[in-house]
DNA sequence: TTTTTCGTTCAGTTTGCATTCATGTTTACG
DNA sequence: CGTAAACATGAATGCAAACTGAACGAAAAA
């Protein structure tokens, strides 16, 4: 999954981009208002963090021309603490949710997977499809309740495709949500990895969890069931 | 595991926090308020011990800042014996326990210890894992039966990853915890750790307790299971 | 003092794994 | 059928992350 950080501080803005890199998501920084709706307009991003303390265009302006443009994706705001109007604004302006500085990182990871877990219509961290579970706190997969042992990328692949159960996912969906902005667009990748997951996910190739939709994608789904 | 002493006597700071370096903990000092506030926002203690006479801001506000920051770690509060009040406010606050003073160091320690484990989800001092059983009060190690001979260091590391056994603990995560702020961020001494872990857990390499998740950080989990 | 213990650094090596490449296999459709 | 495009797959590559053994040096112990 690939998240922007917005935050001038660069320390701090260093400070969460490798946090959330080591949590396994896909980071991109902008550090200032232009930057930020600039990359926030081209980039399909799943989730972003934003001061809303910047220099130039602020934050809340930022969140707000995002979703005039339509945009969706879930946004957390960083407000200083006591700035009760900040908050407010935020709020108002279309952010999801708010943690105010100084922050502890724990809690801005607890708040990101919540809204992250909610923008991909699910009630809990764990899903389950027949023999098939994602934890997706753990990032760990088990069939028949033993765990598998997948690669962070493998893991991602999965993951995206198995939010979406049911739906067709396109390769380049797939590259954008999975890889920065500099991916080499014809690159086979997907499908090396959609072969290593069907070869580790189900070695004797009975359930066929993921189906390929020729000219269109992949559709993760279980049984003969459309 | 990383300790904030917040008292504004020298002397008594000093005594405490000799006294828990030999324990085996880091600490770091804080001798008013602010700084206290300060330090307790910035890093990511795993547990406080706060004098709640301290002049200027006091350490029933100290609590009252840090709670409202979203600040979990337990908190231990002193207060001058017969200051009923005090006691009282400071729970109020969000500390956790208590002790009057004047203390005597066992005391303290055993409610520290108490304090510690509970934060940590256990029941007990004791934790299993398979054969491998650590005794958090005593700090030691034992592999079917047989005592570990762990240096300070090395029990701390193991112990910081089998208290979260399943999970992935990543190497600033452990730094954080296992060192106090002025560590140099481009060293490997995890990684040797680690190592030597390893080889003293399980020279023959058959339980392989520690699992390496690269790019991420180790996990700690026996077989196969989660 | 000398000796030992341990945390830490360093250099060299190994390994895991993302990515590419070459080749094989399926499918759609004329 | 035939053929071209789309997809699958096994092996090869390259590089950064992780491992490791040795050495150093500070502090504790003897």
């Known amino acids: 999954m690939r998240m922007l950080i917005v935050e001038d501080e660069a320390q701090l803005r260093l400070q ?10 896909v980071v991109e920084e902008a550090a200032d208002g232009p930057e930020a709706l600039y990359m926030g307009s081209e980039h399909p991003y799943d989730l972003a963090v934003v001061d809303v303390g910047l220099p130039g265009v602020s934050g809340v302006e930022v969140v707000r021309q995002w979703r005039e443009q339509g945009n969706t994706f ?12 900040d908050k407010v604004e935020g709020l108002e302006a279309g952010a999801d949710d ?13 708040r990101i997977n919540a ?3 909610r923008s991909a219509g699910l009630a809990s961290d764990r899903v389950s499809f027949g023999p098939i579970t994602l934890d997706l706190a ?18 991602n692949t999965l993951e995206y495709l ?3 159960a049911g739906t067709v996912v396109s390769k380049t969906e797939l590259t954008e949500h999975l890889y920065d902005q500099d991916f080499d667009r014809d690159s ?6 959609i072969g290593r997951l069907r070869k580790k996910i189900d070695p004797q190739n009975t359930l066929k969890p993921i189906k390929t939709v020729r000219g269109a994608g992949y559709r993760f789904v279980l049984d003969g069931s459309r």
């Open 16 to 25: 969460l981009a490798q946090h959330f890199s080591e949590a396994g998501w």
């Open 74 to 85: 879930p946004v957390l705001i960083l407000t200083a603490r006591g700035d009760w109007q």
């Open 98 to 110: 708010y943690v105010t500085k100084p922050f502890h990182l724990p809690e801005v990871q607890a």
């Open 115 to 117: 809204l992250h877990r």
């Open 138 to 155: 753990a990032r760990t997969v088990a069939v028949d309740g033993v765990a598998l042992d997948l690669t962070t990328f493998e893991y």
């Open 162 to 164: 198995a939010t979406r």
């Open 188 to 193: 086979n990748v997907i499908e090396v990895f």
